[in-house]
């Protein structure tokens, strides 16, 4: 009885820190990439994103394509329904992470 005690726990913690990690991250994470509250930073991996859709496109960025989602993403952050999203999935894996990293380090 005590480890399921610990298991449920360890998926307890997980979901929290799994949530919170991929709320925090995802902006942090777009930033990095050149997604911006101003727009694509110029020389960044957003921006030879955008000139390759661009490219392939005839010249223009196709609305609802991946670079058009992550430069709103950037520019507005996520919605409430889109931040929900992220922080469950975040917290599915962190839960999931923390269940199997109990019985895989059993001894």
Do not use: C, D, E, H
Request: charged share 5%; no cysteine; proline share 1%.
């Amino acid at each position: 009885m005590g480890s399921l005690r610990y298991v449920a726990m360890g998926a307890v913690v997980g979901t929290t820190l799994g949530a919170g990690v991929v709320m925090l991250g995802v902006p942090v994470a777009l930033g990095v990439l050149g997604f911006k509250a101003a727009g694509i930073a110029a020389g960044s991996t957003a921006s030879s994103m955008m000139s390759a859709a661009a490219v392939a496109n005839g010249g223009g960025v196709v609305a609802g394509s991946a670079v058009a989602v992550l430069q709103s993403i950037g520019a507005a952050g996520l919605s409430t329904t889109a931040s929900a999203v992220v922080s469950g999935v975040g917290g599915a894996v962190g839960a999931v992470g923390a269940v199997a990293s109990r019985f895989f380090n059993r001894r």
